[in-house]
């Protein structure tokens, strides 16, 4: 719950991203520990600590920006 980490419906498990808020500037950098299907128009679903981060608790929406850092991919052979 308190971990940098979000849900992305494409993006590969391990994947860095810096997410800002494009309301107050702040940004955070999450993992992509999760996939699934958001809701119409959202991007990303954050954990809780990290929307804290953003401050946009209260609103628990906010226009944000990706930036890909490093992509996660499969590590099963290791």
């Known amino acids: ?24 500037r702040q940004s955070v950098v999450v993992r992509i520990t999760d996939r699934g299907e958001l809701f119409d128009g959202r991007v990303l679903d954050l954990s809780y600590g990290a929307a804290k981060k953003l401050a946009m608790l209260k609103s628990g929406l906010a226009p944000v920006q990706l930036h890909v ?8 052979d290791k």
């Open 1 to 24: 719950m308190n971990a940098m980490t979000a849900c992305h419906p494409t993006l590969p498990f391990g994947s860095l991203v810096r997410v800002v808020n494009l309301t107050n």
């Open 69 to 76: 850092l490093s992509l996660g991919g499969d590590r099963s």
